[in-house]
C-alpha cells in the first residue's frame, strides 16, 4: 500500500492508485474536467492540479501515481488560478452557458467561475445531423475533452465518434461526421453519459428544451424533429 | 450530482437480458424521463444498452393494459371489467375445472420477466392453491440444457463464476452466442478484454461482430457444436494439456472420455462440421495454453436436439483443463432473460421447488407442506410443450399464463395455437395485448419492471433488487399483487405484504439462499449459495463440487446428427437469434423509438446463395420448412455462412415460429430453434398477407 498525505489528512491507496484516487480517499474535492473514472486517465484539462510538496509547481492529479510519502494540497493557489482560468477560457467558447445539472456548470460554480470576462467568438451552431431518435449532437456545446470518444472507444468499444478539428474549431465527429444515424453507433449512450456540457444529450431530456438555454429554438428544433416528443407515449411506431 | 430535471430518482436493475444491468431510473410527472447506468453496477459498471438506458417508454404507451378484461365468447372483443369480477370468473372456472378434471388438468406459467417473489408466489399458487406440479417458466425453451447440464456435471445451475472473470481471463472461447447484440453490455465486455489481449475464439455459424476482435473464428455447421467440443478435447488430450492433478483429486468418469476421444480427430471434426481440422487444433491450445481462461455459451448451444449433451461436454473441456473454480477461469452461460435464472431458482418448474430441490423428495415436500400447510403433489408435472401436447390431447383444461407470449415465442405456432383453443380457460397475465392474449378468456392488467419491487437474480447468480420508479398506469397491479388476490380467491392465502417477506419465506425454506434478504442485498446484490451470515459465492467449486464425494462428473457422448437437415427440398439451414434493438417478442421494444432503427424482421442470406437464388437486397422471399411457411424481406450479407440463412422473431407479424418445428432437447424438452431445414425463393411482390392461423 501506498500512504499519501492529502491536505494534511494520511490515506494509504492500493499500488497503481492516481493522487486523483487518494484525494477522493481522503474525502477532498478535487475539480475535474476531462476525467471519467470508467475511463483511463487522459489528463487534457488540467483542471484538477493540486500543489505537491517538493514540487516547483502544479500537478495534475488525474494521471499522476501516488508515490510514498508524498504530500500534496488540493488548495494550491496557483493551482486553483490555472484551474479557473481553463475553466473560463472553456465557458468563453460556447455560445450559452452550460445547463446547470451538468458537470462543466457544478465545476465552474465550484470553483466560482462566472460569466466569462473574455467576450470573443464563440462556437456557431451546426445544422443538424439526421436526426437519430435518441441522441442529439449540439456541437457548438463541445469542449473537446475527448470523454464521449473515450466512452465510444475504451467502454463501448464501437469506435463511432472521432475527434475533429484542432484549436478553437475542435469538435467531435459521429462516423465521417454525418451524423449518430448514419455512424456505427448502437445507440449504447455511453457519450451522452459522460458528456460534461450537454453537447451529446439525450433527445428527450432536450424536449421541451431546458430553461436554461438562452437560444434553445433553432437548436432543439433542428436536433429533436419539431413538433415530435419521441420519448413520450403515442410519439413513435 | 444535483439535477433538477428530475423528480425521483431510484436504483433498480434491468428488466431487459440477464446481464443484470443496475440502473438509475429518473422520473418527472409519473413517468420516465430518462434511465442512466448505476456507476457501481457490479456486473455493467458504469454502461448499459440502447435497450435499458432508452427504451422506457413503452410503460406509459397508450395500449397498456390498465383494466381487467373478460371475453365472453371466443373469438369476440374483450370487454372491461372490474377486479372483482374478473378474480371471481378465474375462480370459478379454475375451482369448476379442478373439481370436474382434477388438479393436473390446470397448469401455470411463471414468468422469466418477472421477479424472483413473483415466481416463488406463482408457484406456490400452482402447487398449494390448485394442488398440482404443473408450472413451469420460459427457460424450458432457453436454458433448460444449461441448467440440466451444470447440475449432472458440476452439481449447482449456474455460471461458476462472475462476468468479471472475463477481465481476468487470458483466453476465452464464446461458442453459440452473439452478446454484443443479445446482450451487450457483456458484449462490450468481452469485447475490451479482447482488445487488452485476451486470446478470444468465437464458435458460430455466423461471423458475429466479436469474431472480428478474436484470434480464431469457426463456422460450424449447425447442430455439430458437440463434434467441435469433442475435437477440441481430443486434442487437448492428445498434445498434453490435460490438468492431471485436477482431473485425478477433484473430477470422476474421465477415462470413459478417453474411451471415446479417438473417434474425434480434427479430420473426423472437419468431416461432420465443416471447421478446418487446423482451426480445432489451434482452438484447443489456444484454451488450454491460457494460464485463465473462460468458456461462454448462450442459446447457440442449447436450442438444439442435443444441446444439453453439448454444454456437458463444454463442463468436459473445461474440467480437462482444471479451468474451473478460481478467478479468471469460469464457464459462463448468458442466461438470456433478466430473470430466468431466478423463475427456475425459485422453483417455477414442473420437478423442483426452489434450488432445484425435487418435488419427489419427501424431507423437501414435508417443509413446503409443513411451511404453506397444505399436502403437495409428488407427482412432476408437465413442461411447456408437454402442456400444449396435452391441451390438444384434451388433458390440460385450463392454463393460467403470466408474462410470456406463448403464441409468438414458442416453437410451432400453428400447435401452440391448437393447444390455447383448446383449453376450456385461459387466464393471461400481461403489460400489453398480444398474440396470445388474442386466445385469453380473462387478462389481467400487470405493472412493468419499473412499476414493481422485488429481486431479479442475473447469470452470474445475482441476486439484485428491482425499485419502483413509477406506478403502475390505471387499475394495473404488480404480478406480485395479482397472484396473491387469485390466490386468496381459490382459498389459499400468500401471507406476505410486501416481497420483502415472500423473500423472507424463500430464505427459510432454501438451504442455498438462507442468507438471503431484501436488507442484506444492498446496491451490489448477491450471488447465491449466501450462507445464513450473508457470505455469498462470487465463485463456485474453489475447493469441491457440489455433487455426491465432491466430484465433478466427465460426460462421455458422441457427437449425434440434428433433429433436421438440409435436403434436395430443403437445401438450407435458418437459425434464428435476436437483434441488438429489440427484444424476443419486441412487446417492449416494438412499443418504443427503437423501431426507428430497426423496424422488421429480415432473412440474412449470404450473397452466393442469394446470387443463385435470384435474390436481391430487399427483395421480398418465400421462407418454407417442413412445418410452415413465411414471407420475409431478404438482406444479403456475408455474415452468415453460404448455406445458412438467419431471422429473428421480434414483430409478430413476421410468426418466424411457424416454422420451427417439434424437434427438442432429448433431456429438457428445449426446442431445436437453431436447425431448421428451410427452401428460399423470391416471391418479386411485396408480402400478401400475415399467414393464417390454425
Known amino acids: ?237 | 450530482m444535483t439535477d433538477d430535471r428530475f423528480a425521483s430518482t431510484v436504483t433498480t436493475t434491468c428488466g431487459y437480458c440477464g446481464v443484470g444491468c443496475r440502473l438509475e431510473a429518473h422520473a418527472r410527472d409519473d413517468r420516465i424521463a430518462s434511465i442512466t447506468p448505476a456507476l457501481d453496477g457490479p456486473a455493467n459498471a458504469g454502461h448499459t444498452c440502447l435497450k435499458g438506458r432508452f427504451a422506457h417508454q413503452f410503460a406509459r404507451k397508450r395500449d397498456r393494459l390498465t383494466t381487467p378484461l373478460i371475453r365472453e365468447e371466443r373469438g369476440g372483443v374483450p370487454r372491461p371489467a372490474s377486479w372483482e369480477e374478473a378474480l371471481e370468473r378465474v375462480a370459478t372456472e379454475l375451482l369448476r375445472i379442478r373439481a370436474q378434471h382434477g388438479p393436473d388438468a390446470i397448469a401455470g406459467l411463471a414468468s422469466s420477466r418477472a421477479t424472483n417473489e413473483d415466481c416463488y408466489a406463482m408457484q406456490r399458487l400452482m402447487r398449494a392453491a390448485i394442488g398440482t406440479n404443473n408450472v413451469d417458466n420460459c427457460s424450458r425453451v432457453c436454458h433448460s440444457p444449461t441448467s440440466y447440464a451444470l447440475r449432472k456435471s458440476l452439481g449447482l445451475s449456474g455460471a461458476t463464476g462472475s462476468f468479471a472473470d472475463f477481465d481476468r481471463a487470458d483466453a476465452t472461447i464464446l461458442i453459440g452466442a452473439n452478446p454484443t447484440e443479445g446482450h451487450p453490455v457483456v458484449g462490450a465486455r468481452i469485447k475490451q478484454a479482447s482488445l487488452r489481449g485476451m486470446r478470444l475464439v468465437t464458435i458460430d455459424p455466423r461471423r458475429i461482430e466479436l469474431a472480428d476482435y478474436g484470434v480464431l473464428h469457426l463456422a460450424p455447421r449447425p447442430g455439430t457444436n458437440a463434434a467441435v467440443m469433442l475435437g477440441i478435447a481430443h486434442v487437448l488430450a492428445r498434445d498434453g494439456l490435460v490438468d492431471r492433478d485436477f482431473v485425478q483429486t477433484r473430477t470422476e468418469g474421465f477415462d470413459a472420455l478417453l474411451e471415446l476421444l479417438p473417434r474425434y480427430p480434427p479430420e473426423a471434426v472437419e468431416e461432420i462440421a465443416g471447421v478446418p481440422a487446423a482451426d480445432v487444433e489451434r482452438a484447443a491450445h489456444v484454451y488450454g495454453e491460457a494460464r485463465d481462461a473462460c468458456i461462454s455459451w448462450g442459446l447457440g448451444v442449447t436450442e438444439h436436439k442435443y444441446g444439453s449433451e453439448v454444454v456437458q461436454l463444454i463442463c468436459d473441456v473445461a474440467l480437462m483443463c482444471g479451468k474451473v473454480g478460481r478467478p479468471g477461469s469460469a464457464l459462463l452461460p448468458l442466461r438470456g432473460q433478466n430473470n430466468v435464472q431466478g423463475s427456475s431458482d425459485m422453483g417455477a418448474l414442473p420437478d423442483t421447488y426452489t434450488a432445484y430441490r425435487s418435488v419427489a423428495d419427501e424431507a423437501v415436500a414435508r417443509s413446503f407442506e409443513d411451511a404453506w400447510g397444505v399436502p403437495l403433489s409428488r407427482a412432476k408435472g408437465w413442461t411447456i410443450p408437454q402442456m400444449f401436447d396435452a391441451a390438444v390431447a384434451g388433458e390440460l383444461r385450463a392454463m393460467y399464463i403470466v408474462g410470456e407470449d406463448v403464441a409468438q415465442t414458442d416453437p410451432n405456432t400453428a400447435h401452440v395455437v391448437h393447444a390455447l383453443e383448446s383449453l376450456d380457460f385461459l387466464v393471461v397475465q400481461e403489460i400489453f395485448e398480444n398474440e396470445t392474449t388474442r386466445y385469453a378468456d380473462v387478462i389481467l392488467p400487470a405493472a412493468s419492471f419499473l412499476e414493481k419491487a422485488g429481486t431479479f437474480t442475473n447469470a452470474e447468480r445475482r441476486v439484485q433488487l428491482v425499485a419502483p420508479a413509477i406506478e403502475p398506469p390505471g387499475e394495473a397491479k404488480t404480478d406480485f399483487e395479482i397472484v396473491k388476490l387469485v390466490s386468496h380467491a381459490l382459498g389459499h392465502e400468500l401471507p406476505w405484504a410486501t416481497p420483502a417477506e415472500a423473500m423472507d419465506e424463500i430464505a427459510a425454506l432454501t438451504p442455498d439462499w438462507a442468507g438471503v434478504s431484501h436488507a442484506r442485498l444492498g446496491r451490489t446484490g448477491l450471488q447465491w449459495p449466501v450462507a445464513p451470515d450473508g457470505t455469498d459465492a462470487p465463485i463456485l467449486y474453489e475447493r469441491e463440487f457440489a455433487l455426491p464425494g465432491g466430484r465433478a462428473r466427465f460426460a462421455a457422448l458422441p457427437y449425434k446428427a440434428p433433429g433436421d437437415h438440409a435436403d434436395a427440398e430443403f437445401p438450407l439451414i435458418l437459425v434464428t437469434g435476436r437483434r441488438l434493438q429489440h427484444y424476443n417478442a419486441g412487446t417492449m421494444t416494438r412499443r418504443t423509438a427503437n423501431v426507428e432503427l430497426v423496424d422488421r424482421d429480415v432473412l440474412e442470406i449470404h450473397p452466393d446463395d442469394a446470387a443463385r437464388l435470384w435474390i436481391a437486397d430487399g427483395d421480398v422471399v418465400s421462407l418454407r420448412s417442413r412445418t410452415g411457411r413465411i414471407e420475409i424481406a431478404a438482406h444479403v450479407t456475408d455474415r452468415i455462412e453460404a448455406g445458412h440463412v438467419f431471422t429473428t422473431f421480434h414483430f409478430p407479424e413476421t410468426r418466424t415460429n411457424l416454422l420451427v418445428g417439434a424437434s427438442s432437447d432429448v433431456n429438457t424438452s428445449c426446442p431445436e430453434y437453431k436447425v431448421v431445414a428451410v427452401d428460399v425463393r423470391p416471391i418479386g411482390e411485396r408480402a400478401s398477407k400475415t399467414p393464417a392461423l390454425a
Open chain 1, 1 to 237: 500500500m501506498t500512504r499519501v498525505a492529502v491536505d494534511g489528512v494520511e490515506v494509504e491507496v492500493a499500488p497503481g492508485a492516481t493522487v486523483l484516487d487518494a484525494a477522493r480517499a481522503a474525502g477532498r474535492w478535487v475539480p475535474t474536467l476531462c476525467f471519467d473514472a470508467r475511463q483511463d486517465p487522459f489528463g487534457a484539462c488540467r483542471v484538477c492540479l493540486v500543489g505537491a510538496a517538493g514540487a516547483d509547481r502544479p500537478i495534475p492529479a488525474c494521471t499522476t501515481p501516488a508515490r510514498d510519502g508524498l504530500a500534496v494540497d488540493t488548495t494550491d493557489a496557483t493551482a486553483r488560478r490555472v484551474a479557473r482560468a481553463v475553466v473560463e477560457l472553456v465557458l468563453s467558447e460556447l455560445p450559452q452557458a452550460p445547463a446547470p445539472h451538468t458537470e462543466l456548470a457544478q465545476v465552474a460554480e465550484r470553483l466560482g467561475v462566472g460569466e466569462p470576462r473574455w467576450p470573443g467568438e464563440t462556437h456557431a451552431p451546426r445544422p443538424a445531423d439526421t436526426p437519430h431518435p435518441y441522441l442529439a449532437f449540439r456541437h457548438e456545446l463541445c469542449i473537446s475533452c475527448g470523454r464521449c470518444v473515450r466512452a465510444c472507444d475504451e467502454l463501448q468499444g464501437t469506435f463511432a465518434l472521432t475527434a475533429t478539428g484542432r484549436g478553437f474549431h475542435a469538435n467531435v465527429a459521429a462516423g465521417l461526421d454525418q451524423g449518430f444515424r448514419e455512424s456505427a453507433c448502437v445507440a449504447c449512450g455511453a457519450c451522452a453519459d459522460t458528456c460534461p456540457t450537454g453537447a451529446i444529450d439525450e433527445v428527450s431530456l432536450l424536449s421541451p428544451p431546458p430553461a436554461a438555454l438562452e437560444r434553445p429554438a433553432e437548436v432543439s428544433s433542428s436536433d429533436t424533429r419539431a413538433g415530435r416528443s419521441p420519448a413520450i407515449d403515442g410519439g413513435s411506431g
